[in-house]
């Protein structure tokens, strides 16, 4: 078997380059001529899968280590019966320990307490269902918005974007991007919306840049307008605005969803796919693949939000990411230098926390800590 894989994509050569012929390339340059006689090709967001890219090629298989799909014209792929496979929740953890990061930051750096706040996620899908839990568990109210799910599941006490607009003190953002539609998601963020927010509200957008409009969010804060911005994705990456880029509270390079673990789920995802259409009858762990505990503390508090901000940082600190992008933004390919040269980011189930289990310490493993007893 003959498979083109992006270069950034982790054990490619463990899982695929036994017994087939791997080709390596720089995702964002591969070309129609890459992909002319591979049978497989596995990629991230950053490839334009579409018919400029596949026609005249042997493809069969496509896999995407993302969770999103709006680079993937699965039209033509439907259409020439190629077969397509994704990484759904993959990286869901990564985002929601990411935007928690982002929210103790804001919090100790502002003085607040984010129980005191009211939290808008717009986009109830695999992350933000999942920030609604731990949200939850630690808790902080939320509101959530998603008209899709809404028509589908009617029972769960659903708001409107305007509600939320005018009631919550952070909107933080996980939809796909959809230009058309119902429901498009494509600048939902504009300059109505950013001029409607109330002050000193909070945005976070680690789904897809273009789902705020960031041209009018400069606008409004080049004339005055008090908003803490947390941006991980930006509308024309890997190109980003730099006068924007100085008005934000944190701004890093797309990498939310980047860690250890959230890549080997999607690989490993996209390898027993393979495995299944092309009737490969081989068995590999996740568990293998996946780095053990990193660090192990022990607690005896109670868990405030004081004393899990430390525990956080002792895994993440995301302003050293948003040091890193406003260092290399301003630098040719610098984006994409980040996200290639990318620290082995870890999620907080890799901080073993050694503590008494009683009711209160339980709140860590509902976090994603993992809990050893003393």
């Not at 709006?70 to 929601?96: R, S």
């Not at 606008?219 to 930006?234: A, I, R």
């Not at 901000?309 to 610098?334: E, H, T, W």
């Amino acid at each position: 078997m003959r498979i083109l894989v992006d270069k950034n994509i982790p054990y490619v050569y463990k899982l695929f380059g036994v017994d087939n012929k791997m080709i390596v390339c720089e995702g964002r340059f591969i070309s129609a001529k890459d992909v002319r006689d591979v049978d497989v090709l596995i990629v991230r967001s950053v490839t334009k899968v579409n018919q400029a890219l596949l026609d005249d090629s042997a493809i069969k298989f496509v896999g995407t280590v993302t969770a999103g799909v709006d680079h993937i014209d699965q039209n033509y792929l439907k259409k020439y019966g190629v077969n397509f496979f994704y990484a759904p929740g993959n990286n869901a953890v990564a985002v929601v320990e990411y935007v928690f990061s982002a929210l103790l930051w804001l919090a100790q750096r502002d003085g607040f307490f984010l129980r005191d706040k009211i939290i808008g996620i717009v986009g109830v899908g695999h992350i933000g269902s999942l920030l609604h839990e731990r949200l939850h568990n630690f808790g902080v109210h939320t509101l959530l918005c998603d008209p899709p799910l809404a028509q589908k599941n009617i029972n769960k006490p659903w708001r409107s974007f305007a509600t939320l607009i005018s009631e919550a003190d952070i909107l933080t953002f996980h939809t796909p991007l959809i230009y058309k539609g119902d429901y498009p998601t494509w600048h939902m963020v504009d300059i109505d919306v950013l001029e409607a927010l109330p002050s000193n509200r909070i945005l976070i957008n680690t789904c897809r840049g273009p789902v705020i409009d960031n041209n009018a969010l400069l606008k409004v804060l080049e004339n005055g307008k008090k908003l803490n911005v947390v941006l991980d994705v930006w509308e024309t990456e890997p190109e980003l605005s730099l006068p924007l880029l100085s008005y934000v509270d944190i701004g890093t390079a797309h990498i939310a969803g980047y860690t250890i673990e959230s890549k080997t789920r999607g690989i490993m995802k996209i390898y027993n796919a393979y495995c299944n259409f092309f009737n490969i009858f081989k068995t590999i762990k996740l568990s293998t693949l996946n780095p053990s505990s990193i660090y192990y503390l022990q607690v005896h508090n109670e868990i405030d939000e004081i004393l899990l901000c430390k525990l956080v940082k002792c895994v993440y600190d995301i302003q050293y990411d948003d040091i890193m992008l406003r260092r290399f933004a301003c630098v040719s390919g610098g984006f994409d230098k980040i996200r290639k040269c990318y620290l082995d980011r870890r999620e907080w189930s890799s901080l073993c926390v050694e503590t008494y289990v009683d009711s209160k310490n339980e709140m860590l493993t509902q976090l994603g800590f993992n809990v050893c007893c003393l």
